[in-house]
């Protein structure tokens, strides 16, 4: 949080001990606005904490796609993956907008985020009986307690707005309110009908911002967004590098594998590696500049963080199989990997890269990676491996072509020079 002295107030002597502003001390402020432009936003540390929870409904959610994969209940269990992930991926994502219009940091701010954190941790203790028993009531109630929380965060701004952003705000606390009311049909319906219930339900959820902001847009910070977005996407990277690390050192100290591991763990370390390495190789805030642009952006990202988790349960599916505790072929087993890190590098090229490439070979480096990745499935024992060599090159090709272009620029800049003074 940044805090700035008044227009009229004179700078304190030099030396002189600097006291914050009045409003600041208040345990209760008003939940208004934040602006657009400030300076040296960057995130708190309540919402660290509160990313570093969702990685424990993350952890399990992948725990979970695991064993269905691993069973070969992969449908099933991709499908439930999707719905979990979305309840995860959505309350962070609602929250994460929200502070960055209207985080005040006040005790009252500060006590219904733990809240929306508890809610969080109720969903993750559910995920498994969801996957397994297909009972839906802990994530159900853990998504509750976060919406719950959330719609008390907005009519907090409610109260204290006036005009359209009255109205905005009230959109959103009522939206959240009934969508909630829509998903207990998760608890009813019968387990043939919840699957449309999610398209249905999902569809309604990301139509209540774009109804709440037709009159009046949020005002979030755009570098903010965007370093809180990275922020999560090297969080879940890294459960990726943490579950697949723990995978192996299983199989090492079951099975004495360290011959069949090691290929799978080197290639996965080169995925995660270059992955992390294409996500951040461009600033994208530049291009957050509309609230048409941040919503398609901020959206697309469920299938960036969803692939990204799926990249470490499908290494620990790879290192299962490798060791005989998987009943699954080699195929699918290199498929887990493969599938949802082309699916990865796709997803960041549509929203990130795209945007900065120049020229056609620029453009072509990550679809036709995510290709080769794909290509890669076949090639048995050695998919994952090879699939991590590839998206290594991604990495170096990216690059040259990136110092080649800027090269050639520098060089024609003097002559471009030297012609305008002739």
Request: charged share 15%.
């Amino acid at each position: 949080m940044t805090s700035s002295t008044p227009p009229s107030a004179s700078p304190p002597p030099s030396g002189s001990p600097v006291s914050p502003a009045p409003n600041r001390l208040k345990p209760l402020r008003s939940l208004t606005a934040r602006g657009k432009g400030e300076t040296h936003r960057v995130a708190s540390p309540l919402e660290l904490l509160f990313d570093l929870c969702f990685v424990v409904a993350i952890a399990q959610a992948g725990i979970q796609l695991v064993h269905a994969a691993a069973e070969s209940h992969a449908s099933e269990g991709i499908l439930n993956y999707a719905m979990v992930f979305f309840a995860i991926w959505w309350a962070w994502m609602n929250f994460t907008w929200f502070a960055s219009a209207y985080d005040n940091d006040d005790v009252l701010y500060r006590i219904v985020t733990l809240v929306q954190i508890a809610g969080v941790l109720v969903l993750a203790a559910g995920i498994s009986r969801a996957f397994e028993d297909h009972e839906f009531v802990a994530v159900w109630l853990g998504y509750a307690i976060m919406r719950f929380a959330l719609s008390s965060q907005w009519l907090r701004v409610a109260w204290s707005a006036e005009g359209a952003e009255r109205t905005m705000a009230l959109r959103y606390a009522a939206g959240v309110l009934i969508c909630q009311i829509g998903w207990l049909g998760l608890l009813i319906l019968p387990e043939g009908g919840r699957a449309w219930l999610f398209l249905v339900m999902a569809l309604l959820e990301t139509c209540v911002p774009i109804y709440a902001e037709k009159d009046h847009p949020t005002s979030w910070h755009p570098h903010h967004i965007a370093e809180r977005y990275g922020l999560f996407t090297i969080i879940v990277l890294g459960e990726a590098i943490a579950a697949a690390t723990v995978a192996v050192k299983s199989g090492i100290d079951e099975n004495d594998a360290l011959g069949e591991l090691l290929p799978i763990a080197a290639g996965g370390l080169l995925i995660v590696f270059a992955a992390w390495w294409i996500y951040f190789v461009v600033p994208i805030h530049g291009h957050l500049r509309s609230s048409k642009q941040a919503f398609l952006w901020g959206y697309g990202h469920y299938v960036v963080f969803a692939s990204a988790a799926a990249i470490g349960a499908g290494l620990e599916v790879a290192v299962e199989q490798a060791v005989g505790e998987a009943h699954v072929s080699t195929l699918a087993a290199s498929a887990a990997v493969t599938l949802p890190t082309a699916l990865y590098l796709l997803a960041v090229w549509v929203l990130h890269a795209r945007h900065f490439k120049v020229g056609l070979a620029q453009q072509l480096v990550l679809p036709v990676t995510a290709l080769l990745v794909i290509c890669c499935t076949f090639l048995g024992e050695w998919a994952v491996l090879t699939a991590g060599l590839v998206s290594a090159l991604a990495v170096a090709t990216g690059t040259t072509l990136t110092a080649r272009l800027v090269a050639r620029e520098s060089r024609e800049s003097p002559a471009r020079a030297s012609s305008a003074v002739m």
